[in-house]
């Protein structure tokens, strides 16, 4: 029984890899069942024996960046300390959640709301945007960051530069370390000598 | 006859507006002429008399963004003085033209290099890429930046923020000086207070 549960574990991981390959590739609604089983190697019957349908294996794919950037906010560094502090943790978090989940996230990042998964998902996006944001709000009430930029622009720019990562990066060519370094140093003090 | 060409002239500029609208909506290729010469309420024939096909009117679009991009460089605060303030006035006049060019850039951006001209246009925006890259490696050595950044790596970061702007910026409810100040702070200053 214990045995068959990791089987089983392992199938819906393993077909969730391919799936999100395939929903990068050809997009979310250029992708058919028939795609996901040829990409897969196994039969549409033994998918549907792990999921109902292709916005399940949505729904898997994007909640598994979702979580991971939920759990970031949930991490001792990003819940005490002066606000300026979190927000660094968070912003250099993210950055590293983003290249280590990358298929995910770039999944994430492509929704665009044609279903009731698409929509769930962009509404999670946008709470983690917004829980960031007050992040930063809060960090300019305490005088830590300047307050000439106004926070849901400076949040808009963060994310931006962050979330542009995703068309670049291939994994391997550079540390996720050195990446999230360059983003916090960017983002907090600038690229000018001191 | 100066009438004449003022008149072509308006068309051409005008039939432009329409196509870069829809090749944004739709996908350059999922635009047909014949989408075109709806949206634009004149025959495919007019368009023909304008302009080779669909092709051409993609090259006049995305060139009419990187004109506007390359001749940032020309301009006498981009060509003398510090590197590094010749960087900041280049990041400053980036972010602008992509507001005031804002479908055209945004168009540029979705290019993926199907067709000859796609690839013409990729070629040209690493182009601007690389110059953009040089100007802050010759501020680096001039020790007017950090050099704890990568200068590849940077300009990366630097550009997603600004191309990242076309996802959300809706002209009117933000004025392009607000949002290119902001960008120059966060990138050569960055969000801390001092």
Chains 1, 2 share one sequence.
Not at 36 to 59: D, F, P, Q, T, W
Not at 60 to 67: I, S
Not at 68 to 84: D, H, M, N, Q, T
Not at 87 to 116: D, I, K, Q, S
Request: aromatic share 6%; charged share 30%.
């Amino acid at each position: 029984m214990a045995e068959n549960t990791t089987r089983t574990a392992y199938t819906v991981e393993s077909l969730l890899a391919v799936t999100v390959e395939v929903f990068n590739e050809r997009g979310y609604d250029g992708t058919s069942m028939e795609d996901l089983s040829r990409a897969a190697g196994i039969s549409k019957s033994s998918i549907y024996h792990h999921v109902r349908g292709k916005e399940e294996l949505l729904r898997l794919a994007v909640g598994r960046a979702l979580d991971a950037l939920f759990a970031i906010l949930e991490e001792p560094a990003a819940s005490s300390g002066r606000s300026v502090d979190r927000l660094e943790h968070v912003v250099r978090r993210t950055t590293e959640v983003l290249l280590t989940e990358l298929p995910y996230v770039t999944l994430l990042l492509r929704v665009r709301g044609n279903t009731a998964t698409e929509l769930w998902a962009l509404e999670r996006r946008r709470d983690f945007d917004h829980r960031v944001a007050e992040l930063l709000r809060a960090a300019v009430t305490a005088g830590e960051l300047r307050s000439d930029v106004e926070a849901r622009l400076a949040t808009r720019l963060l994310f931006g530069m962050i979330n542009s990562i995703v068309e670049w990066y291939r994994p391997g060519a550079r540390s996720a370390d050195g990446v999230a370094d360059a983003v916090v140093h960017l983002a907090f003090d600038g690229l000018r000598a001191r």
